[in-house]
């Protein structure tokens, strides 16, 4: 066993004749908490979204808890693709946090929580309750439970969010900006949850965000993401203070001054 | 349109309502049957060179005239009283007999109109208009016996798919229709309907707008005067009317048949 | 007879379709604009009668308008001693657009209404008269707006045209009943009859999809 | 006289009032040939849906061609077709039955429409939801996407069925006896089309206005994000 | 004749309960350029709209060129709501430029700019097409003449939407902040022209704008607007450097500080 929990080994991945990921190497500590910085359409979600089998890849190897994500071995031992049984057992290692919440606006926000690990991990009722009530506890969000998603703040959505990925207790969680589709005013809530979670449990952190005085806070290493290729990383010290490419400045100087 | 009108343009409107063989349009666009072939001889005596045939549902033949749609009907439309005091009728042209139109082998024994009033269980089509219906309701078959169909020629699905057991019309029609297809066939043995204690026989015109008395004289006289050559007795047979038909059209006047019952 | 010969007597039918069709599309559509922009006069009397017109013909049944006008009108105008007894062919190009007319009323209203309220102010503040800003801003900004539903309904009158023929109108589908009265070859002829309407919806379809392409051709136009 | 009802000819008024129950019994059938049609344009209306959204092209495209033609051909033909082609294969349905099994055809290239429509209406978004939590396809289908799917697809199918209610008059032709019919045989016996034909047209005046407010409020009933569970 | 061309009396604007006007005295002088700054929502656009005749009016007076403009003169010497041909008289001594341009999307440029001389002065269409290019040719864009809107960039547009006025010969101008829709890098191409218009023109302006710099170069006056009343106004320089009111100093602040 490795120490790395997520490795991407000369990832390619393509959108018809866009070439998003042009041989991407790339990996997290198992613990480890990073932050994804970059311009815009640099691929930043695409790695999430590969990591959450929400996008398939077509080159290369993407290795979670040393099994590969995207393959795997059949009966001769060379590597096929996966299965969909295989990227069940697979996605059961990963949670994610939506831009958009993605909440499901028909169901309670117990229901959010609860639906999941009833259906899928096979807690009973009773069960799946009680751990919703800690972490909706956990997000500051105990007197909420029993509110439709269309009821509450974007804040509120969000947390609800993270509470929902938990509840199906991954080891490694992603965020694909969890903060940039909320009023100003509510960030800072949703940044709290994520800075608690980040002190206080042993997960694995994904975390792709235009917030760069937070990433440097919680970050134990932030990459800079440009065209599909990691072009500089570091602690946030070093990358924020003193990058050393010229193109991770001119970023920095403009996402710091907006 | 009036007498003087149509001899002035020389053209006339007349309908018929596809059935065969009292009047019917075949695809060429040529109208045959006893009425149209009787039709276009008066209409040459009274110096109408052209004509200008319409195809029309039975039931839109009198509302037709009403309203203005054609000057003249040749379906040989049964003269009744009731029809009179809405349109006009010539003299009859024809006259004819009930037939029964049944699938092949006549599965439900049918003979008579009256079968349908004491078995409840049988189905009898009828043409949407045509006086089949007084017929039925005066031997008492019950309504929800009686399928109203469109057109004479959607009889023989209807007969043979078995959505009714046959079709009552007159035998010209029934037989007609038979030979049209092999799936069904004329009811055999058939006894004529007797309604008021009188056999039913039926007697067909052409048909006027009400206050076009002018032409429908003008046709009366002209008919007269064909029904006495050997062109009108060929004309008719040729289309299977029988001799007792052919002497039975001249057995009653309008005026007797309009006021009867 | 042999099924080619069908042929001849379809073609003539096929033709007053495509007749009937063009005729009714045609003053159904100016229907729709005067029902259309009607709704939204504000003229009470004006306003009242379009709604009247948009809510009689689109709640009841088109066959019941067909033998309204064929049927019932002419007594009606006997009872008040005018002649009101139209030919079929008047009753069916009637109906159909009456009928087709008050659908494309509610199209034409809402692309209307669907102009912003933006263009309307622009056009206060060049002093265009409202008559001047309806006729130069707002339709032209609409009629594109309109065009794929106006494509719908054009199919949808084509097919509906099969319905004169029971008001004896010697249209494609009452030719194929002439025939069948005759062969009684059901199959052939009603298969023949199901093809012919949809290549005639095919080609109408196509036709529609150029107009709108030209109507809406400022909107395609960028940079 | 017609189904045990007699007319009173004396006046226009009564002749109205004395044809009424008349017209009601045909309208009886109108309702009734309408719900058979509306249920059968759901369910197959489904199966082409479902069908259409096959991704193998052998299938879907079939589907495809076989919806536009159903909704490029007229009512009328497609109805002539079944009622007098199907016997000829042994296929004997009663006239309602056929006049019915014609709607529901007709309708379903519509309904597959709106269940397509309203299935996409739910976005990826909530797709890659469910998949991040490991829901099964199958459950994301029956417990994510069909009940935000459903407060779509109703108030548009309600707007259906008023539309297949207009369309039954059209079974006339085949002998089934609904509301237009029966006021057809009363003025080929009376002669007076006037009176039975209008009265037709403001019982459907009536009957859709009331459907459509109908239809209005239910859409206004119903909850705007999704049907909740339980 | 008096000097203002503008003048408002009293005059109070609602809607529903919200009073948005309430009591304003207002005047602009003939050929004034007035700049008009203020918080969102405190009536600025108003103003204008009312002007436009875009707005009526629920108290006061206002009159234009010594003519009331939402009254007008019964035969007893009584006033008397304004009919829709007295509007559209006055309307003709104003134009305006919107925040969106508003331009007609499916009208090429040069029709953009003639169709009103034509259908609404009666102009030939050889004259309104010589004026329209001498002022596209003012507003730079005589290129541009048979594009159409939708394939212009947003300062462009604007640009159109200044010609489009000043084809219809107003003697008064108003601008709803005719740049807070545009691109900052387009910002400057539409104040130069109204910065041009402002010097060679001996036109009215009225302007409601966010740019604190421009409002300052060519204003004679600037109003400080503050829930539906002028708090403050001055030349540019007193306003600016030395404003005497707390709020106006506070507003100040803020906008030229982000
Ligand atoms: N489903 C898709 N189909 C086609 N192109 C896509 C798709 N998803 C993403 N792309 C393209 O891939 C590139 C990278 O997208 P990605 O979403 O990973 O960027 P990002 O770094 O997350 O940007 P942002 O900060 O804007 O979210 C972009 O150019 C985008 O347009
Ligand atoms: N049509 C309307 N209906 C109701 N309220 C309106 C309407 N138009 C404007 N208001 C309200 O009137 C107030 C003044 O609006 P106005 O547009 O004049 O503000 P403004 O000073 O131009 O603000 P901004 O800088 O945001 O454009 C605001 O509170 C606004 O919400
Ligand atoms: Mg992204
Ligand atoms: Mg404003």
Redesign the interface.
Known sequence: MTQDIIHFDKVVKRFGDLTVLNNLDFSVKRGEKVSIIGPSGSGKSTVLRIL???EGIEGGKVTVDDEPLWHEQAADGTLKAASEAHL?KM??K???V?Q?F???????VM?NIT??PV??LGLSKAEARQRGEELLDLVGLADQAQK???QLSGGQKQRVGIA??LA?RPSILLFDEPTSALDPELVGEVLNVIGKLADEHDLTMLLVTHEMRFAREISDRVCFFDRGKIREEGTPEELFTDPSEERTREFLSAVLDG | ASLAEIQESGTVRIAVANEIPYGYVDPTGEALGAGPDVAKAIMETLGVENIEWVTTNF?SL??GL?ADRFDMVAAEMAILPDRCQ?VLFSEPNSSYGEGLLVASGNPKDIHAYEDFAQNPDLRVAIM??ADQ?EMM?ELGVD?ANL????ANADAI??V????ADAYAATSLTASGLASQSDAVEVAGAFTDPIIGGEEVRSWGGFTFASGNEELRDAVNAALADFKQTDAWAETLSGYGFTQADLDGSSARTTEELCASS | MHWTEYFGPLSEGAWVTIQLTGYSTILGAILAFAAGIGRLSPNLGVRSLAIAYI??F????????L??LY??LP??GM?IGVDLRLPPIVAGVLALSLNIGAYGAEVVRGAIQSVHKDQHEAARALNFSPRQTLWNVTIPQAVPEMMPSFGNLA?QNL?????V??ISLGDL?FR??QI?NFTQD??TI??M??VT??GM??VL?ALMRTLEFYAGRWRTARS | ????YEWDLSSPLAFAISILPILLTGLVVTIQAATLGFAVALVLGLVWAVLKAVPSPFISWPAKVVTE?I????????L??L???L??YGI?L??FMTGALALGIQYSAYTAEVYRGGLEAVGT??R??A??????PA?TFT??IV??AIPRIIPAMGNYLVSI??????L??V?V?EV??VA??V???T????IP??M??GI??IL??VA?AGVRLLDSWL?K?????K
């Not at chain 3, 689109?58 to 308008?65: E, K, P």
């Not at chain 4, 998949?131 to 099964?136: D, E, M, V």
């Not at chain 4, 209610?165 to 059209?170: E, G």
Request: glycine content about 6%; hydrophobic content about 45%.
């Open positions: 959450m089998t929400l069940r996605r059961a990963l949670g994610m939506f958009h993605n909440l499901f606006p028909h169901m309670s229901r639906e999941a259906k899928v439709y998603p269309g929902r990925a199906m | 039931s009198i509302p009403q809405q949407a208009g219906l309701q309504e399928v109203t169909i469109a699905s209807t043979s798919t078995g959505r | 809510e009689v689109r709640g009841t049944s088109l066959l019941v308008q033998f309204w049927f019932a007594l009606a009872a199919v097919k509906d045209t099969a319905l023929s029971l589908a194929a009943e069948r059901s199959t009603y298969s009859l199901l309407y949809f919806a095919l379809t | 006289m017609l189904f045990g033609f909704r490029d051909t007229p009512l009328l033909v497609q002539f077709f009622y007098y082609v016997p000829e004997v009663p006239a978004d909530q890659e939801a998949r991040a939590l490991n829901l099964s459950r417990h994510i009940p935000q209610m207009k369309d039954v008059p059209i006339s032709v002998t006896l237009l019919n057809k045989i003025g080929d016996r002669f007076d089309y006037l034909l209008s037709v047209g459907y005046l859709t206005l459509s909850p994000q999704g049907i909740p569970l």
